[in-house]
């Protein structure tokens, strides 16, 4: 069935370095894509999203990268900091008219 | 920064009752969702909605589930009988510049049925 996934459910980065977040998706006909963190006890706030027409999108110290290709999209952040440290999620919408959420990484800043 | 509000923060509730959720979205927005988070798990769509009529529903939302906009600018989730599997984090979400595009979220409802 179709799907939104993550490689990774972890990931530690020193401060100051950048992050990389993956995620995969199986529905070919996704067109939509959103990038959202989630804080501990807090709803999801937007982060970045992007087109399938598109390949890269920036926004203020954040970059997603679409591969329709290989249907995979990443979520680069530069220079992170503490107050990154959330549980990220890839989300997609299509065919499916709804926005299907992936499973989500857990992102760690280590000071 | 304008947002989406959720009230109450927390609900606990008997199976069997009827509880009511209650969203006020982002004010200029048209389409409103509820998506719904049982703990470590994935966000899960419940209902859009759009022009007073629910667009799309998911597996989850079933008869025990219904959606009203009785105003201007509340946007409320029923559940007419609670049951046990029904204890999540229940989100509202709007968007202004179309359906499943760019969703501002609340910080959500934790129901919790005993």
């Known amino acids: 069935g179709e799907s939104v996934g993550l490689h990774l459910p972890t990931l530690s980065v020193q401060e100051g370095d950048n992050s990389i977040i993956n995620c995969a998706y199986s529905?070919?006909?996704?067109?939509?894509f959103i990038w959202y963190k989630q804080e501990s006890g807090k709803g999801p706030q937007f982060i970045i999203d992007i087109r399938s027409n598109m390949d890269k999108r920036q926004g203020q110290r954040v970059t997603v990268l679409l591969n329709k290709t290989v249907k995979h999209l990443s979520l680069q952040i530069a220079a992170t900091q503490p107050g990154d440290s959330a549980v990220y999620f890839c989300?997609?919408?299509?065919?499916?008219?709804?926005?299907?959420f992936g499973s989500g990484t857990q992102l760690t800043v280590l000071p | 920064e304008p947002e989406v509000t959720q009230t109450p923060s927390h609900q606990v509730t008997q199976m069997g009752q009827e509880v009511i959720l209650r969203c006020v979205p982002i004010s200029n927005h048209l389409y409103f969702y509820w998506y719904r988070q049982i703990l470590g798990q994935k966000v899960e769509f419940l209902v859009s909605?759009?022009?007073?009529?629910?667009?799309?529903k998911s597996e989850i939302f079933d008869d025990q589930f219904s959606v009203e906009r009785p105003d201007g600018s509340n946007f409320t989730l029923k559940i007419r009988s609670t049951k046990l599997e029904d204890s999540a984090m229940y989100f509202c979400a709007s968007s202004k510049q179309g359906m499943n595009e760019k969703l501002f979220f609340g910080s959500g409802t934790q129901l919790s049925v005993l």
């Open positions: 909605f759009y022009n007073n009529e629910i667009s799309e």
């Open positions: 989300a997609e919408s299509g065919s499916a008219r709804q926005l299907t």
């Open positions: 529905n070919s006909a996704s067109d939509y």
